[in-house]
């Protein structure tokens, strides 16, 4: 009888070298986007606070009504809100979401925000507000995108980018986190609705 002695040793290394390639090739597939490993990877921010309508009315009058789906009350003074309707920022200032300090705000493009959100200090899980912006911004079919800035004390982390092959998106990303257009202040939600 003949023995054969095998080599199991360099074909297990190469074996290993085969699978570390091959999840190094899968794990820089997802960082640059070719998966789509999240259903809403184009957002910057999830969506704590989501627009749950829009009213048009007869002559547009354009109403935003928002809902916190947070699952912390939000102290609704130290939140500002930009609404940008199909990827053009309106020009409507919210400078806070609570409705008492609202009124002696410069807010223009915007005649009133009200609704149980706004009322006392904190913007309560399942509350909602009404932002009642210029009569004919919004129009129906319009893509209304909401973001919630929220001011913050101190330093706060760099999320990764999710998708670096989308150049809309890594504009969006370098504005918002890099270049910091709002300094003080952190982008804590983004929602799209189509009115």
């Given at each position: ?30 960082l640059l986007g070719f998966f789509n490993i999240f259903a809403n990877n184009d957002s910057l921010a999830p969506p ?127 504005k918002e986190f890099v270049y910091k257009d709002m300094e003080g202040y952190r982008l804590y939600s983004e929602h799209?609705?189509?009115?």
């Amino acid at each position: 009888m003949r023995r054969e002695n095998a080599e199991s040793t360099s074909h297990g290394s190469l074996l290993m070298v085969v699978i570390v390639v091959i999840a190094c090739i899968i794990l820089l597939a997802f960082l640059l986007g070719f998966f789509n490993i999240f259903a809403n990877n184009d957002s910057l921010a999830p969506p704590h606070i989501k627009i749950i309508g829009i009213n048009h009315g007869k002559k547009y009058v354009s109403q935003v009504i928002i809902r916190s789906y947070s699952s912390e009350e939000l102290e609704n003074d130290l939140l500002r809100a930009k609404i940008f309707v199909n990827d053009e920022e309106l020009l409507a200032c919210i400078n806070t979401l609570n409705g008492h300090n609202f009124i002696s705000t410069r807010h223009f493009g915007v005649q009133y925000i009200g609704g149980s959100g706004c009322r006392d200090l904190y913007f309560s899980p399942r509350e909602s507000i009404i932002i009642d912006l210029k009569n004919g911004y919004i129009r129906p079919g319009d893509k209304v995108t909401l973001y919630i800035y929220q001011k913050y004390d101190g330093e706060i982390f760099l999320p990764l980018p999710t998708n670096l092959l989308d150049r809309h998106y890594m504009a969006r990303y370098l504005k918002e986190f890099v270049y910091k257009d709002m300094e003080g202040y952190r982008l804590y939600s983004e929602h799209q609705f189509i009115a």
